[in-house]
């Protein structure tokens, strides 16, 4: 069936066209990523990791703190930052103090690591990888980081301007109505239908990723 229909049935549920454009995620420009500097990918990745599971707006609102507590979120330095810095963040009220998602930024400042010595930075690192294969890259995030299984490495991604699709309920109702997935979500094997639909789909209509997705969750509902 041709997308047109469902991007039709997510315009009508926003209201038209123009509003439902004006909806849509921002994607990264081009050389965007690239001009991204380490520390904010690991910031960021941070973020996604502590707001798992949690109320979003409380970490947003604290995370100045955050980043005081994190003193940037240098990758060099947190990829071997001593084990009794981490316990006194664990006493920090500026932060929310988890030490069990804690531990994981030294773990993601070795990931962010290793794929900027790849290319030279990990925003290059993440511009060479293709829409196309979002399966791959999150199996490497899921190989290579700390806590970023589930869809935590799809929303880092889609807040650093990565074009991808995420597996929200939403856009797993709509792919299951347009029986494009019937494995259970979360799976490798329901990424990799995912990924089949939304790549048909890119071709079918030249659409970013995140446009797509976001089209097909708006499309659910009477």
Request: one cysteine or more; glycine letters at 8%; hydrophobic letters at 40%.
């Amino acid at each position: 069936m041709s997308f047109a229909r469902i991007y039709n049935q997510a315009a009508a549920h926003k209201g038209g066209e123009a509003a439902l454009r004006s909806m849509l995620p921002r994607v990264a420009e081009p050389g965007e990523l690239e001009a991204k500097s380490d520390d904010r990918y690991l910031s960021e990745v941070t973020r996604c990791v502590f707001k798992a599971g949690f109320v979003w707006r409380i970490i947003d609102n604290k995370w100045p703190g955050f980043e005081a507590a994190f003193q940037g979120f240098v990758p060099l330095y947190w990829q071997q930052v001593p084990p009794e810095v981490l316990e006194e963040l664990a006493q920090d009220e500026r932060i929310v103090r988890n030490m069990q998602k804690i531990r994981t930024v030294p773990e993601n400042a070795r990931m962010i690591v290793d794929g900027a010595r790849e290319q030279g930075s990990f925003g290059a690192f993440l511009n060479q990888w293709p829409s196309s294969d979002q399966v791959g890259l999150l199996m490497w995030f899921k190989r290579h980081g700390a806590r970023l299984g589930g869809n935590t490495a799809q929303y880092f991604l889609r807040r650093v301007g990565w074009d991808g699709f995420i597996l929200a309920p939403d856009v797993v109702a709509g792919l299951h109505r347009e029986e494009r997935l019937d494995a259970t979500p979360g799976s490798k094997k329901a990424l990799i239908q995912a990924q089949q639909a939304f790549n048909s789909w890119h071709q079918e209509t030249g659409l970013p990723y995140s446009h797509l997705s976001r089209i097909v969750s708006y499309s659910v509902g009477s």
